[in-house]
């Protein structure tokens, strides 16, 4: 589970679908939905640069 009180930087290169600030910031960042987004990191796994490479199929 995230620890919202570190403010040591972001881990951005993976997506936990099951933090809201994550699903905002991610759904926001690539420019879909949040079910868009549940279903590439259900497809490809948690990797964003396996999420990205799916959606832009």
Not at 6 to 22: K, L, Y
């Amino acid at each position: 589970m995230d620890d919202l009180k570190n403010r040591g930087s972001a881990d951005r290169s993976r997506i936990n679908v099951h933090e809201r600030h994550e699903v905002d910031y991610w759904t926001k960042a690539l420019g879909v939905s949040e079910d868009q987004l549940k279903a590439a990191v259900e497809a490809v796994g948690v990797s964003a640069d396996k999420v990205r490479a799916h959606l832009k199929h």
